[in-house]
């Protein structure tokens, strides 16, 4: 349990807010409405500007150029990102998870000194594809096949809804090596682009609409067997490892999502004039600030007790789904608070809360609905699953 943050978390925060608020925040709206999605080359400019906060690889263990951030930092982080600009934390949030994760657990010497070093640089930009367009919640029936061939793999299938899939230069992706077997034939393959080419299709939407989000589509493209991570038709694991720690980064951009929410709605309460005062001096405008603060202050302390956790080296499902289902819930209600409280001006793109309340609508679908992480509690819960 963490009851506070550290003072080196605090300074860390205070000092990621004033960066990000001076260099992102200002551009955020703009490159929302221009963008849909960024431009590789923006995305990446961007990105270079972040890198020496931290974003990318700072939890890995300084033999592999990573910082050893503890992941209460990490979240600290993700947070402050997603208050400034969440489609920008995204892109972040994947180049840091797709890959570095799984190679750190699963990947052999010679794939940890190859990659690592091109994701931390920049020089990849990387995403993950498990979910096909017939296949999202229930990931182990998989359709994409991997089939050997000499030195290769064969990878045919599409997946979609890819973050980053767009701008992607190494996709990991997840193909079924054994369909008789199910979960136990599934297997992780690194498709580096410039060897083994796959095509993409963007697919617009709603909210986060200048993160790309992407149909990555495989034909008979050809993979060296080098590039298998892991055991072959051991990857269902790895994919389920891997989403623990990403789903507590969605809950916590949520989380600061919904505190870019409170802060505009606080500052709109406090100069916005009706009956000649204030509208937060009005006690129905004040029991929403409460209930945006009550709720946003008990998600964060879902996320923060799950990075906690993992960061000690539990596998904590529980706690993951906790964070990620409330927490993306969450953002929705107060989200759409803050548009309450802006009267006319929260739907209008003078003001950056429509862009709050659109990017809150997308978070309760990556890396799981909430009704599966319903499910995963009930499972940590009862000692059964729900899923047949
Ligand atoms: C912005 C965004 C980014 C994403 N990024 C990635 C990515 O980088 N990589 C990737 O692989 N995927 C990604 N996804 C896909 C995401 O993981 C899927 O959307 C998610 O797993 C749900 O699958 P689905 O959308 O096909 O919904 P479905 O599985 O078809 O579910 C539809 C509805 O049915 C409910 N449902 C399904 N099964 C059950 C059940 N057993 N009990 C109760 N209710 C159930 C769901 O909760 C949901 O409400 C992303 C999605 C979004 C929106």
Known sequence: MI??????????KKNVREFLEREITPIADEYDRKYHPLPKDIALGLLKKLLPLGYIGSTLPPEYGGQGLDLVSYGVLGEEMARAYLSLGMILMMQDGALLPILLKDGTAEQKAKFIPQV???????????????VGSAARDIKTTAVPDGDYYVINGTKTWITNGGIADIAVIFAST??????????????DKAESPFATRELPKLGCRSCPTSEVIFEDCRVPKSNLVGTLGDAYRIALTDLVSI?????????????????????????????????????LVQEMIADMVMMTEAARFFCYQAYYLLGKGEIC??????????????AIGVTSQAVQIHGAYGISEEYPIERYFRD?????????????????????????????
């Open 120 to 134: 931390l640089s920049l020089e990849k930009i990387t995403c993950f594809g498990l979910t096909e367009p017939d």
């Open 317 to 330: 499902f529980r706690e993951a789904s906790m964070a990620k289902a409330f927490s993306t819930e969450m």
């Open 178 to 191: 054994d369909p008789s077997k199910g979960a136990r034939g599934i297997s992780c393959f690194i498709v």
């Open 3 to 12: 009851p506070e943050l550290n003072e080196e978390q605090k300074i860390l």
């Open 360 to 388: 809150a609508r997308t978070l309760t679908f990556p890396d799981g609905a909430t009704q599966i992480h319903k499910l995963i509690i009930g499972r940590e819960m009862l000692g059964i699953s729900a899923f047949v």
């Open 247 to 283: 789903r507590i980064s969605v809950g916590m951009g949520a989380v600061g999502l919904a505190q870019a929410a409170i802060d505009a709605a606080i500052k709109y309460a406090q100069e916005r004039k009706q009956f000649g005062r204030p509208i937060g001096s009005f006690q």
